[in-house]
């Protein structure tokens, strides 16, 4: 094992010999600064301004309403979608790139009760009261919707007990915002299907930072954002992907709505 950096020519060491070193070239950054808020927002990528200028004064200012045909806006959230793909285990066609994280989580969680009301028992979802708390909010006001119990575990190593046969979604943030926690993805997937309920999971404090593959952990559904470690900016739109193996069954329960906003 490696022993820890501690000194500050051992820190310059090992950056020097990181593979991703140059990739911080690629981002703006003030002189000085050492940045660690990426989980909040983060840095602007040096192409970025010249981009945000070229559809601003071409693409909307002289291509007008000939853009969404010219510069493919029409396609976009398909597009950017397969871009997300490829960081998060997904295949082409599964990811939309639209909306916010708040309403992609309500859109999914919606769809994946909506499928489960076959099963006239499953009354319950599952989460963590240490969960981001927006989670929280959206979770709790479809549940009111629907009926459900919201059903809040106080640490990981309750989650597996409370998977009983009354859950119908077990909705996690893979990565805890507070301590940085990992959840095992495929573990906790398979317990939730043993289980019979579906497996949704949050990437925003996950995706671009570290790896993720959703088809190989054979989960369900997965929301994130663009403004974090994806580096998109403010107002970057999120992300929605769900499996393919629901991909006719969970649009029915949306009523046409989803298509129209991406």
Known sequence: MTPAPSTLEDCRRLDAQD?????RDLF????????????SLGVMPKAAPARIAQAVSQEWGTGLIRSW???????????????VARLI???????VCTDSTSVNLYKVLFAAIAMQKKHGGRRVVVSERSNFPTDLYIAASVCREHGLELRLVNAPSEIPAALGPDVAV???????????????????????????????????????????????????????????YLNGGPGAPAFAWVHARHADEWQQPLSGWWGHAA
């Open 19 to 23: 593979p991703l070193r140059g990739l």
């Open 28 to 39: 703006a950054l003030p002189e000085g600064v050492i940045y660690l808020d990426g989980n």
């Open 69 to 83: 045909n010219e510069a493919r806006w029409f396609d976009m959230p398909q597009r950017l979608g397969d871009q």
């Open 89 to 95: 285990g997904a295949a082409p066609g599964e990811v």
């Open 170 to 228: 077990l909705m996690l943030t893979h990565v805890n915002y507070r301590t940085g926690a990992m959840h095992d993805m495929p573990a906790l997937t398979q317990l939730a299907h043993d289980a019979g309920a579906i497996a949704m999971w949050d990437l925003c404090h996950r995706v671009g930072a570290v790896p993720v593959d959703l088809n190989r952990a054979d989960a369900d559904f997965a929301v994130g954002c663009g403004y974090k």
